[in-house]
Antibody
Framework: EVQLVESGGGLVQPGGSLRLSCAASGFTFSSYAMSWVRQAPGKGLEWVSAISGSGGSTYYADSVKGRFTISRDNSKNTLYLQMNSLRAEDTAVYYC???????????WGKGTTVTVSS | QSVLTQPPSVSGAPGQRVTISCTGSSSNIGAGYDVHWYQQLPGTAPKLLIYGNSNRPSGVPDRFSGSKSGTSASLAITGLQAEDEADYYCQSYDSSLRGVFGTGTKVTVL
């Protein structure tokens, strides 16, 4: 069964850091692009970042560029999102998703909640 | 970053046809980039509904169809059913391969 499971969310103070993980199973992880998408409470979906299957190409939304870093470890079938200099507006459910192309999100995880508050 | 504009809500009676528009610009949809559609049922993660403008993944009923023209795209739901009540999002990207989602449309089955 194809599955994505996010972890690492929690409560963090403004200016703090957090690293999200997304464990993949049931498919050839290195053959698929991966993405992070977030959804603030009561709001719509916001694309955050994406990475190619090899990890050689990365893409970021302007709202997180320079603060967030996407990476992957294909030997561990795991995707990461390092989030630094967190702001209140980063509060959201963060979903990871996989796709056969960089911007097609075919399989989604259930999400992990990040709350930035003092 | 560019945003794709959708109507906040659409509604229809069971069995009716509803359409959701997705208006972009010359930097995303109008530049020829593909549009995908996602369905998000209450309290759940999004699900891919249409990819590459008009293609349905395996398991998606043929009641759902997508199209694209110029700087816009549309999702049509025919034979509306109660279980179609959800939020729907279009998605595309720009020349820098930055993704962009639509503002979202809530579909209500009357």
């Amino acid at each position: 069964e194809v599955q994505l499971v996010e972890s690492g969310g929690g409560l963090v103070q403004p200016g703090g850091s957090l690293r999200l993980s997304c464990a993949a199973s049931g498919f050839t992880f290195s053959s698929y692009a991966m993405s992070w998408v977030r959804q603030a409470p009561g709001k719509g979906l916001e694309w955050v970042s994406a990475i190619s299957g090899s990890g050689g190409s990365t893409y970021y939304a302007d709202s997180v560029k320079g603060r967030f870093t996407i990476s992957r470890d294909n030997s561990k079938n795991t995707l990461y999102l390092q989030m630094n200099s967190l702001r209140a507006e980063d509060t959201a459910v963060y979903y990871c998703a996989s796709g056969w192309l960089v911007h097609v999100m075919d399989v989604w995880g259930k999400g992990t909640t990040v709350t930035v508050s003092s | 970053q560019s945003v794709l504009t959708q109507p906040p809500s659409v509604s229809g009676a069971p069995g009716q046809r509803v359409t959701i528009s997705c208006t972009g610009s010359s930097s995303n949809i109008g530049a020829g980039y593909d549009v995908h559609w996602y369905q998000q049922l209450p309290g759940t993660a999004p699900k891919l509904l249409i990819y590459g403008n008009s293609n349905r993944p395996s398991g998606v009923p043929d009641r759902f169809s997508g199209s694209k023209s110029g700087t816009s795209a549309s999702l049509a739901i025919t034979g509306l059913q109660a279980e179609d009540e959800a939020d729907y999002y279009c998605q595309s990207y720009d020349s820098s391969l930055r993704g962009v989602f639509g503002t979202g449309t809530k579909v209500t089955v009357l």
